[in-house]
């Protein structure tokens, strides 16, 4: 089956209106965007802007304490949005250390909240930034714990394989390996060291270090069926959304 391409509108966000990013959004070639816990606040609006711009959204961002205190509210704008997927974005809790026991305590509770919301038909996922991927004391890593703890619940993962990358660990490996719960992958691409400091060292997708055509095919070959494009601080949002889906939409497949 053909993934999704999809753009996360985080990346957007200095266009300012959420009618300003799903304008820019669809101009730039994309059919399908990725929400945050803000737009699923106004339901009406995302909603409406989906629809003029002929847009999707399978996937969103809400934050665990969201989630905790106001999960009913979310399913509803879910539903509403026709989104089949929420990821909660690294760290989820407040201050998830790096200890076996946080780890474990994060993989209970995300797991459990997973449960639950596929009683109300949305599929809830971690996504990872550079935590988890640093041995601890006895020689696991946090991932693992959290995943291992989260056993026999329906938790997924969407990678986010640059923030695999600056974590040291080889991104390829940990997809193939978690390759039981991977339902993502953020597109996103890292600057060569030392460029790009204004953009906080990341870079256009296909301008990068990364070697995305086999990144792709090997999130594709390990379970991902929505790659969403990111760039977490782009200084001309627009120009990097249009030259990242020129560049990707040569090898997708």
């Given at each position: 089956?053909?993934?999704?391409?999809?753009?996360?509108?985080?990346s957007?966000?200095?266009?300012?209106?959420?009618?300003?990013?799903?304008?820019?959004?669809?101009?730039a070639?994309?059919r399908?965007?990725?929400?945050?816990?803000?737009?699923?606040?106004?339901v009406?609006?995302?909603?409406?802007?989906?629809r003029?711009?002929?847009?999707?959204?399978?996937?969103?961002?809400?934050?665990?304490?969201?989630?905790?205190?106001?999960?009913a509210?979310?399913v509803?704008a879910?539903?509403?949005?026709?989104?089949?997927?929420?990821?909660?974005?690294?760290?989820?809790?407040?201050?998830?250390q790096?200890?076996?026991?946080?780890?474990?305590?994060?993989?209970?509770?995300l797991?459990a909240?997973?449960?639950?919301?596929?009683?109300?038909?949305?599929q809830?996922?971690?996504?990872n930034?550079?935590?988890?991927?640093?041995?601890?004391?006895?020689?696991?890593?946090?991932f693992?714990?959290?995943?291992?703890?989260?056993?026999?619940?329906?938790?997924?993962?969407?990678?986010?394989?640059?923030?695999?990358?600056?974590?040291?660990?080889?991104?390829?490996?940990?997809l193939?390996r978690?390759?039981?719960?991977?339902?993502?992958?953020?597109?996103?691409?890292?600057a060569?060291d030392g460029?790009?400091a204004e953009?906080?060292?990341?870079?256009?997708?296909?301008?990068?270090?990364?070697?995305w055509?086999?990144?792709?095919?090997?999130?594709?070959?390990?379970?991902?069926?929505?790659?969403v494009?990111?760039?977490?601080?782009?200084?001309?949002?627009?120009?990097?959304?249009?030259?990242?889906?020129?560049?990707?939409?040569?090898?997708?497949s």
């Amino acid at each position: 089956m053909k993934p999704t391409l999809s753009l996360q509108l985080f990346s957007l966000r200095g266009l300012g209106s959420l009618e300003a990013q799903l304008s820019a959004a669809a101009r730039a070639g994309f059919r399908s965007v990725e929400p945050l816990e803000s737009h699923l606040r106004d339901v009406g609006e995302l909603r409406d802007g989906l629809r003029r711009h002929q847009l999707t959204a399978p996937t969103a961002h809400v934050s665990l304490e969201a989630l905790r205190t106001e999960g009913a509210m979310f399913v509803d704008a879910c539903h509403s949005c026709g989104i089949g997927e929420l990821f909660v974005p690294h760290p989820a809790p407040s201050g998830a250390q790096e200890t076996a026991s946080a780890w474990q305590r994060l993989g209970r509770e995300l797991g459990a909240l997973a449960d639950r919301f596929k009683g109300d038909c949305v599929q809830l996922g971690y996504h990872n930034k550079t935590a988890g991927f640093t041995r601890l004391h006895g020689g696991r890593y946090g991932f693992e714990l959290m995943f291992d703890t989260a056993r026999g619940s329906p938790l997924v993962w969407q990678a986010d394989i640059a923030w695999l990358a600056r974590a040291g660990v080889v991104p390829g490996e940990w997809l193939h390996r978690y390759a039981s719960v991977l339902a993502s992958a953020h597109v996103k691409d890292q600057a060569p060291d030392g460029a790009k400091a204004e953009e906080e060292g990341w870079s256009d997708v296909g301008s990068g270090i990364l070697v995305w055509p086999l990144l792709w095919r090997t999130a594709i070959a390990n379970g991902a069926r929505t790659l969403v494009v990111e760039h977490d601080n782009p200084q001309e949002p627009y120009e990097f959304a249009a030259r990242s889906f020129a560049y990707v939409t040569r090898f997708m497949s």
